[in-house]
């Protein structure tokens, strides 16, 4: 049967017919994709943050590995480093249902829609796909952003214009989201919490528990001389380095130190750990493609033990 190859309407009478394939129990699943590859992207980040780099998008892109048409992290998401000069603009009209923004350094305001932010270090936002215009203050300032643009682009899809969306803007300032780490570390946790993190959602999706439809967030720390043990769940995760001395992450077995606003790449699926073997505690963010996963009851977290 699997040497049957692809078959063909034997006597197409249109073009939608001489368009049909077909496959066999044999030979349908046995497509081969390239591997997802863990990595760390740390140049992305230091030429983002680099003195006199211009204004503009840093990709996190691993397309060619993945044998993607457009740029890519994962599959399904597509992280980027942002950089807007001082009285610079950055005009983006992304091909993604939203994206998820992190503010690494310097301060500013972006317009979607009717609505403007006014953003500072530290700040979360989930905007809407499509059109965003981005105006730094007086310093440069570098951002980080997780989108679904791929998944997208596999479809062949537009977002959808900003006032016809269901995703509206949300914004949490960096002071909210440090005072409720700290009443999450005023806490015991619960017997099997997966770790200390704040979870980010909005009124929109709070059944849900995410920010975002597809996209799951949340910041996650780690106290010093700890680790998280080695577990493993069937989203894709970019991992951002917020904070941390002496601290390494490990993807099926492979040791990847933390740099300063690193990208790290978790592949769907693979073991992992995270590690902190320093004096302060760590503070990561991590974006991962869970809304699908837990929308199709799929996420299947486990620990595997250290």
């Known amino acids: 049967m699997a040497a049957m190859g ?58 060619a590995a993945l044998g993607s048409t457009v740029p890519a992290t994962t599959p399904l998401m597509l992280a980027r480093y942002a950089r807007v000069n001082a009285g610079d603009t950055l005009s983006l009209d992304l091909r993604a249902s939203g994206a998820l923004w992190y503010v690494i350094a310097g301060s500013g305001t972006v317009a979607v829609g009717d609505e403007t932010i006014a953003w500072m270090p530290g700040d979360v936002m989930a905007l809407p796909g499509g059109a965003s215009t981005w105006r730094a203050g007086d310093a440069p300032a570098v951002l980080w952003s997780v989108s679904d643009e791929p998944l997208l682009a596999q479809f062949g899809l537009q977002a959808h214009p900003t006032h016809a969306t269901a995703m509206q803007p ?42 975002h439809p597809t996209l799951t967030l949340s910041l996650n720390t780690l106290p010093p001389q700890s680790l998280q043990s080695s577990h493993r769940h069937n989203a894709a995760a970019l991992t951002l380095v917020v904070a941390g001395e002496k601290c390494f992450s490990t993807v099926d077995g492979q040791a990847h130190d933390w740099t300063p606003w690193a990208t790290l790449v978790t592949p769907a699926g693979a073991p992992h750990s995270h590690h902190n073997a320093g004096p302060a505690r760590a503070d990561f963010l991590i974006v991962q493609d869970g809304g699908l996963h837990y929308h199709s009851r799929t996420m299947d977290f486990t620990f595997l033990g250290t």
């Open 6 to 63: 692809v078959q063909t309407v034997a006597q197409p009478a249109t073009d939608a017919q001489a368009r049909a394939r077909y496959f066999n129990s044999a030979n349908a699943f046995n497509v081969k994709l390239p591997a997802v590859p863990a990595r760390l992207f740390d140049t992305p980040a230091r030429d983002a943050m680099a003195a006199g780099s211009p204004t503009g998008l840093y990709d996190c892109d691993q397309s």
């Open 170 to 211: 949300v914004h949490c300032p960096g002071a909210d989201i440090a005072a409720q780490l700290l009443k999450i570390h005023a806490t015991e946790p619960d017997p099997g919490t997966s770790g200390m993190a704040l979870v980010f959602s909005s009124d929109a999706l709070i059944a849900s528990r995410n920010i």
